[in-house]
């Protein structure tokens, strides 16, 4: 009787996730091209994935950059699972929209919850009554399993959650209904746990500059997979460029050893993932977060091959969008806009010899542009002269958290600030607009109000093009202050970005120097209109004005981002 007693009152084992999935998890023939009991020996580069994910791991922010055909959604549904059986407590799944959340509840986690007898248990069948199981909501003892899309304000704050998976943030909006960035709505649901709090980010990343899970990859530890050369043992993660083959000839391709360069075949993946090992490639900023990087190139045997990637990429050449599809899907990198080079010879010889921190004598006003980062405000001091003439006078960065007080009022003595002028007397800036779209929207909407400095311009980017008016507003928003929601205290002025790139394609050559807000170019171009549009890097620019300068050799282009 004492035995059982104490069988009965001891604690169920602690289990990763990675040892809960090999107990319990099965994969039916709905989700799994592979049905039957889960096998981390499949794809072993998902054990220490999923394992950071455990309650008993430090993490509290995991970050996985990867391909397409890795298995990562099916780790992220083994935590989900690990969570329901395990260790109950509120969880939310955020999908891009809330359509795609209900396909993956359709898909994904039903079948889950059908397939695997340990979870089958606990969660009632959704045709039950009262059973607390719909399509967006999953109940079971101890928690509740929440799925909302990015795009929905309402879905992300509508409960406390210990644990969260975010999936393809890549693909979630810049703003949600004008509060903010959906991942930093999210993670303030899990807040009140503290320490206890866990996050998964995954994503096949998107444009370079804009993925959002480049930049949370960059900001961790760079984790990459080692795996051994099966002739030297060298140990390297694995590189597109040492992928070779005979032009013409995919099957042909063969990975080559960056020590030894001896040729593995694709029959080798199954050693080679087998005795592979994470390894950090770099300090994380915060201790807390850890990232994963894995391209298809690991794919296991019978998955991608690497023949297969060899034809993807012979029949992408020549077709810009299919290599950015390859390079984002297949390599899990971010793809780099590029454009052609200006003639520099002719814009070296048009430099102006001007000190930054002064204002030249040609300028007559004084404008300033504000981005928003996640530990600093980045500002920019542009003088404008007629003919929208300007001159890049500073580029000012006030470092510290946005929701802080401290950087805020730097920027108000910025503001205060004379900037002495070439020839004499002293210039205050007129204007200056603040981007507020970002992590960390309503903070920047309380100190902004806090400052009330009639100068100060709050400012959003939305997509879509509005010829007759591509600034609109003010919109009275709300904003706390203190603790104290003051409805309607703060005006919001909304600038609408341009998508189409037609003055890159009928012209092919641009050259331009930027601010955050507004922008001047001087450019070699045959022709340029107002309301033209091109890509500078990552940004989509406006044309509102242009006109030939008095030597009749380039253009002078007011833009806009």
């Given at each position: 009787?004492?035995?059982?007693?104490?069988?009965?009152?001891?604690p169920?084992?602690q289990?990763?996730?990675?040892?809960?999935?090999?107990?319990?998890?099965?994969?039916?023939?709905?989700?799994?091209?592979?049905?039957?009991?889960?096998?981390?020996?499949?794809?072993?580069?998902?054990?220490?994935?999923?394992?950071?994910?455990?309650?008993?791991?430090?993490?509290?922010?995991?970050?996985?950059?990867?391909?397409?055909?890795?298995?990562?959604?099916?780790?992220?549904?083994?935590?989900?699972?690990?969570?329901?059986?395990?260790v109950?407590?509120?969880?939310?799944?955020?999908?891009?929209?809330?359509?795609?959340?209900?396909?993956?509840?359709?898909?994904?986690?039903?079948?889950?919850?059908?397939e695997?007898?340990?979870?089958?248990?606990?969660?009632?069948?959704?045709?039950?009554?009262?059973?607390?199981?719909?399509?967006?909501?999953?109940?079971?003892?101890g928690?509740?399993?929440?799925?909302?899309?990015?795009?929905?304000?309402?879905?992300?704050?509508?409960m406390?959650?210990?644990?969260?998976?975010?999936?393809?943030v890549?693909?979630?909006?810049?703003?949600v209904?004008?509060?903010g960035?959906?991942?930093?709505?999210?993670?303030?649901?899990?807040?009140?746990?503290?320490?206890?709090?866990?996050?998964?980010?995954?994503?096949?990343?998107?444009?370079?500059?804009?993925?959002?899970?480049?930049?949370?990859?960059?900001?961790?530890?760079?984790?990459?997979?080692?795996?051994?050369?099966?002739?030297?043992?060298?140990?390297?993660?694995?590189?597109?460029?040492?992928?070779?083959?005979?032009?013409?000839?995919?099957?042909?391709?063969?990975?080559?050893?960056?020590?030894?360069?001896?040729?593995?075949q694709?029959?080798?993946?199954?050693?080679?993932?087998?005795?592979?090992?994470?390894?950090?490639?770099?300090?994380?900023?915060?201790?807390?977060?850890?990232?994963?990087?894995?391209?298809?190139?690991?794919?296991?045997?019978?998955?991608?091959?690497?023949?297969?990637?060899?034809?993807?990429?012979?029949?992408?050449?020549g077709?810009?969008?299919?290599?950015?599809?390859?390079?984002?899907?297949?390599?899990?990198?971010?793809?780099?806009?590029?454009?052609?080079?200006?003639?520099?010879?002719?814009?070296?010889?048009?430099?102006?010899?001007f000190a930054m921190?002064?204002?030249?004598?040609?300028?007559?006003?004084?404008?300033?542009?504000?981005?928003?980062?996640?530990?600093?405000?980045?500002?920019?001091?542009?003088?404008?002269?007629?003919?929208?003439?300007?001159?890049?006078?500073?580029?000012?960065?006030?470092?510290?958290?946005?929701?802080?007080?401290?950087?805020?009022?730097?920027?108000?003595?910025l503001?205060?600030?004379?900037?002495?002028?070439?020839?004499?007397?002293?210039?205050?800036?007129?204007?200056?607009?603040?981007?507020?779209?970002?992590?960390?929207?309503?903070?920047?909407?309380?100190?902004l109000?806090?400052l009330?400095d009639?100068?100060?311009?709050?400012?959003?980017?939305?997509?879509?093009?509005?010829?007759?008016?591509?600034?609109?507003g003010?919109t009275?928003?709300?904003?706390?202050?203190?603790?104290?929601?003051?409805?309607?205290?703060l005006?919001?002025?909304?600038?609408?970005r341009?998508?189409?790139?037609?003055?890159?394609d009928?012209?092919?050559?641009?050259?331009?120097?930027?601010?955050?807000?507004?922008?001047?170019?001087?450019?070699v171009?045959?022709?340029?209109?107002?309301?033209?549009?091109?890509?500078?890097?990552?940004?989509i620019?406006?044309v509102?004005?242009?006109?030939?300068?008095?030597?009749?050799?380039a253009?002078?282009?007011?833009?806009?981002?």
């Amino acid at each position: 009787m004492r035995r059982r007693v104490g069988a009965m009152l001891r604690p169920p084992p602690q289990l990763t996730v990675s040892e809960w999935a090999e107990r319990h998890r099965m994969l039916g023939s709905r989700a799994s091209a592979e049905p039957g009991p889960w096998r981390t020996s499949r794809t072993p580069y998902l054990k220490d994935v999923m394992d950071a994910l455990s309650a008993v791991h430090p993490a509290r922010r995991v970050v996985f950059m990867k391909g397409a055909q890795v298995g990562a959604t099916e780790s992220g549904n083994n935590w989900l699972g690990y969570i329901m059986h395990h260790v109950p407590a509120p969880a939310l799944a955020v999908q891009p929209t809330v359509e795609l959340a209900k396909r993956f509840s359709r898909q994904r986690i039903d079948p889950l919850l059908e397939e695997t007898p340990a979870l089958r248990e606990r969660v009632a069948p959704a045709r039950a009554r009262d059973s607390g199981n719909t399509m967006l909501s999953k109940e079971f003892p101890g928690g509740i399993l929440v799925l909302t899309g990015a795009n929905s304000a309402v879905g992300l704050r509508s409960m406390t959650a210990r644990f969260l998976f975010l999936d393809e943030v890549d693909a979630y909006p810049g703003d949600v209904a004008g509060e903010g960035d959906p991942i930093a709505l999210a993670e303030a649901r899990a807040r009140t746990f503290g320490w206890r709090r866990k996050a998964f980010l995954v994503s096949t990343p998107t444009i370079a500059g804009r993925s959002r899970i480049e930049r949370e990859y960059l900001a961790s530890d760079q984790r990459r997979f080692f795996v051994p050369c099966t002739a030297c043992g060298e140990m390297q993660w694995l590189r597109f460029e040492r992928l070779l083959w005979e032009k013409g000839a995919p099957e042909t391709a063969r990975y080559h050893c960056t020590a030894c360069d001896h040729p593995m075949q694709e029959h080798d993946k199954t050693a080679m993932l087998g005795a592979g090992e994470w390894r950090a490639t770099a300090e994380g900023q915060d201790p807390h977060t850890i990232g994963f990087h894995i391209s298809a190139l690991y794919s296991p045997v019978g998955w991608l091959s690497w023949e297969q990637i060899a034809r993807d990429w012979e029949a992408a050449q020549g077709k810009p969008e299919d290599i950015k599809t390859f390079k984002n899907t297949v390599l899990g990198e971010t793809w780099q806009e590029q454009g052609e080079a200006p003639d520099w010879e002719r814009l070296v010889e048009r430099r102006e010899d001007f000190a930054m921190g002064v204002v030249p004598t040609g300028a007559l006003v004084l404008t300033a542009g504000v981005d928003v980062q996640d530990d600093r405000l980045e500002c920019d001091v542009w003088g404008w002269a007629e003919g929208f003439s300007s001159w890049l006078v500073d580029h000012v960065v006030i470092q510290g958290s946005p929701r802080d007080r401290e950087p805020w009022d730097e920027l108000a003595r910025l503001l205060a600030r004379d900037w002495p002028r070439q020839g004499g007397g002293a210039m205050r800036i007129a204007r200056l607009c603040v981007d507020t779209g970002g992590r960390d929207t309503a903070a920047v909407y309380g100190h902004l109000r806090r400052l009330r400095d009639p100068r100060i311009a709050p400012t959003k980017g939305i997509d879509g093009w509005n010829r007759a008016q591509p600034v609109q507003g003010p919109t009275p928003v709300d904003a706390l202050v203190n603790g104290q929601k003051l409805r309607r205290s703060l005006k919001l002025w909304t600038v609408v970005r341009s998508a189409p790139d037609r003055l890159g394609d009928a012209f092919g050559t641009s050259a331009i120097q930027a601010s955050d807000v507004l922008t001047v170019a001087i450019a070699v171009l045959p022709s340029v209109e107002a309301d033209d549009t091109f890509t500078l890097g990552t940004d989509i620019l406006t044309v509102l004005h242009a006109e030939r300068d008095a030597a009749g050799i380039a253009w002078r282009v007011f833009c806009r981002r």
